[in-house]
């Protein structure tokens, strides 16, 4: 890496607002998925630490809680301008990390950073009612108040974006918050503390632990000082910190695993449809939780969508992240490669085909050909489990009543996509499909504004729009009577 700002590269944690290394000295190994390489340590902190970090977040809960809204979007507002500024280095430290090209690194901390603008900004609109009472001599009144101290845990395919979504609304809404950053991937997080600290956010609101993920995950589960837990990961984690949390019947945001089904209608624009299909499944190599996991070809355009696809797939530029006009990087390890791997034999085996890629990468690592097959049928693996991976598997359909039932054939909705340009199409299926959000003629849609989230097992809560700050949100109702 060659930063601006080496002192962005942190190696220890901020536990209520002093870097902290552990106890034992142990740490965990961050390595470049490019090449295996080690890119720095961080602490394997002991529990006892990771205590002092929900301690300190218990200790500044009353006084950030009490700081004008104001104030703590001034604070919010300051810490996002850091990030933009300081954009450049956060960008090279994520790649280091995560192997994404610097180009959609760059963009990952800067449409998430918005999160924070968008946060301070609803700092000041947390509003409350005075609701008309039913005799004249009281008053209903409704407080909303800040949920507490928070937990958060943050996986590793957006190492960046994952926290500021969090952070945003969290400290916006006066609570405080203890993250644990995927232990592949903490850097970015570290990074970000810095840049948090330098905004002037107060010692204790915010403090970043690394370490044994399930060990950490039971702490912030069974510390009576948690009200609430938000967590972006698999359904298969987030299952297991509700079981967990149940206990003390915690606050819980869930941003769980998807499997998008992508629909291209015959009546549709088939050049956006391809171009939607590309950044949908191929961005940071197929490992987004939004990514089009199956895509559905209505028959009438299935040869010509496929023709398209498989061109621009051909024209994809494999390499490390920190080349020029690199468009896909490694996956994060060769667990992915392997999971890939079977998806794609387990199709093969039921009569689907290759048509592009297929094959690891002669990048070697854990690099792998972006893959496009055809002849992919309902029920083979890739159309019900989530690949996470570059592989574009098309699925032939004759009737919209027909895609709709496959479509929402998961116990997963997060996203989904369809292209069609008959208006009346776009409201039936808009409103059939079962998925927290829906893509129509794009494949790109996450932002700041708009309510982020699923449905079924892919989670519960919302992050970003206005109904973002509301998870970390407490109504009271006020009985106010002689009058
Ligand atoms: N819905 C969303 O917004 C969204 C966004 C990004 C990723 N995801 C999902 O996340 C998954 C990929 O990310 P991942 O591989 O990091 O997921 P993961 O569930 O393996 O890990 C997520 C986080 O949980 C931690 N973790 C793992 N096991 C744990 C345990 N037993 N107790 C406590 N914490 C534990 C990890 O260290 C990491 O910080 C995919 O399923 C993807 O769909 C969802
Ligand atoms: O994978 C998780 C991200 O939420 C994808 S996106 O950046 O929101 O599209």
Redesign the pocket.
């Known amino acids: 890496m060659n930063l601006k700002d080496p002192t962005l590269l942190k190696t220890s944690c901020l536990v209520g607002g002093e870097w902290t290394s552990s106890a034992d000295s142990r740490t965990i190994p961050v390595n470049d998925p490019a090449d295996g390489l080690e890119v720095a340590t961080v602490p394997r902190l002991d529990i006892g630490t990771v205590r002092k970090a929900i301690d300190a977040a218990h200790a500044a809960f009353p006084a950030w809680r009490a700081r004008p809204a104001k104030e703590r979007s001034a604070i919010l507002r300051r810490w996002f301008e850091l990030v933009v500024a300081n954009a450049d280095d956060l960008a090279q430290i994520l790649t280091a990390e995560q192997g994404k090209p610097l180009a959609e690194a760059r963009g990952e901390i800067i449409s998430n950073a918005a999160y924070l603008e968008w946060f301070a900004e609803e700092a000041k609109r947390v509003y409350g009612d005075v609701i008309p009472s039913s005799g004249s001599s009281s008053r209903i009144v409704v407080l909303k108040q800040p949920v507490g101290v928070c937990a958060a845990?943050?996986?590793?395919?957006?190492p960046n974006g994952?926290i500021t979504r969090k952070a945003g609304p969290a400290l916006a809404a006066g609570c405080t918050l203890v993250l644990?950053?995927?232990?592949k991937t903490p850097l970015s997080a570290l990074a970000l503390a810095e840049l948090a600290q330098r905004a002037g956010v107060p010692p204790g609101v915010f403090s970043v632990v690394t370490g044994d993920?399930?060990a950490?995950?039971?702490e912030f589960s069974h510390n009576p000082k948690i009200a609430k837990i938000t967590?972006?990961?698999?359904?298969?984690?987030?299952r297991?910190?509700l079981k967990e949390m149940a206990d003390g019947v915690k606050r819980a945001s869930m941003?769980?695993?998807?499997n998008a089904p992508f629909i291209v209608f015959d009546d549709a624009d088939v050049d956006a449809a391809v171009e939607g299909a590309m950044i949908s499944k191929f961005r940071n190599a197929g490992q987004?939780?939004v990514c089009a996991n199956r895509i559905y070809v209505q028959a009438g355009i299935q040869d010509r969508f496929a023709e398209k696809l498989v061109a621009k797939v051909r024209e994809l530029k494999i390499g490390r992240g920190t080349e020029p006009g690199v468009q896909q990087g490694p996956l994060i390890d060769m667990k992915a490669v392997e999971k890939m791997e079977e998806h794609i034999r387990d199709a093969q085996e039921q009569g689907a085909e290759v048509v592009v890629g297929g094959q690891r990468h002669a990048l070697g690592s854990s690099f792998f050909e972006p893959t496009v097959m055809r002849g992919v049928t309902q029920g083979m693996k890739v159309t019900h489990e989530?690949t996470?991976a570059p592989l574009a598997a098309l699925i032939r359909f004759e009737t919209e009543a027909e895609v709709i039932g496959m479509a929402n054939d998961t116990d997963v909705g997060?996203a989904a996509y369809f292209f069609s340009r008959d208006l009346a199409r776009v409201w039936r299926v808009a409103e059939a499909i079962e998925a927290g959000i829906v893509g129509v003629n794009s494949g790109l849609i996450a932002n700041e504004m708009a309510p982020?989230?699923?449905v079924k097992q892919?989670?519960m809560g919302r992050?970003g729009s206005k109904y973002g700050i509301e998870d970390y949100l407490e109504i009271k109702y006020v009985c106010m009577a002689g009058i």
Do not use: D, Q, R, Y
Request: with cysteine; glycine share 20%.
């Open positions: 845990i943050t996986p590793w395919n957006f994952m644990k950053p995927a232990s993920a399930s950490i995950g039971m967590f972006t990961g698999s359904t298969e984690v987030g297991w910190l941003e769980l695993g998807g987004t939780c989530e996470f997060l982020f989230g699923g892919s989670g992050e």
